[in-house]
């Protein structure tokens, strides 16, 4: 049976990297006793696969993976079993069953909301939603990758779904994944070099909300609870 978790990961564990955190949970579902299968050959390992890993330093409580089990228990069960076995700052939300055929969550991941927050005294000397406004008033939003072996230019405003301020700081639902992946630090990076200020990526605090497909449905909505 295909399982799909929802997550969360918090506090100080935003601290520890994404192979870490593989590391961490192969370890946790070993303890709860859950019958998790293994590949075949000579090297078994664990069948877990993440939705879209997030950044170090990020707090989420819209993290996905997906495993393969063979006895299931019910979905209250089993979230109480994995949750018996997780450190602060590390918490089980949800379990559901997948469809036999449904693509993993890596696959499928489109977008993914952010709240972004600034350290104390550490908030914009410019009015933000208004920046934000003619932010994305512009036709184009263009911005310079640099990767290992070359610069590229690139329009990133049809990455950019939501952008708005709330309250101190302000959210935004931008691309995710293997096709398109728009860092939500470049975004702010961005936006502050349009407002003629220089960023500084320590004076905010990222959280992500939810994980969606690309038809907009959070990743446990392709799931059915188990009974």
Known sequence: MKVRIKFAKE??????GHLDMMRYFQKAFRRSGIDIQYSQGFSPHQLISFAAPLGVGLTSTGEYMDIVMGECPSSEELV???N???????????????????KNAMSIVATADYRISFREGMSPDFE?????????AQDKI?????????EK????????????????????????????????EQVMATLYQFSGREFD???IYIHREETYGA????????GNRIL
């Open 215 to 222: 038809d907009f449905k959070p990743l446990e909505a392709y």
């Open 153 to 184: 230019t690139m329009d990133i405003k049809p990455m950019i779904h939501v952008f708005r301020g709330e309250g101190d700081g302000c959210f935004m639902n931008v691309a995710t994944g293997s096709t398109q992946n728009l860092k939500p």
């Open 80 to 82: 109480q079993r994995i």
């Open 128 to 136: 933000l939603p208004s920046a934000i406004h003619e932010f994305m």
């Open 11 to 16: 506090g100080i564990m935003r601290f520890i």
């Open 142 to 150: 263009m911005v310079t990758k640099k990767t290992k072996k070359s």
């Open 84 to 102: 018996e076995q997780m450190v602060e700052g590390v918490r089980i939300l949800s379990a559901v069953a997948l469809p036999d055929d449904s």
């Open 201 to 203: 990526p320590f004076t």
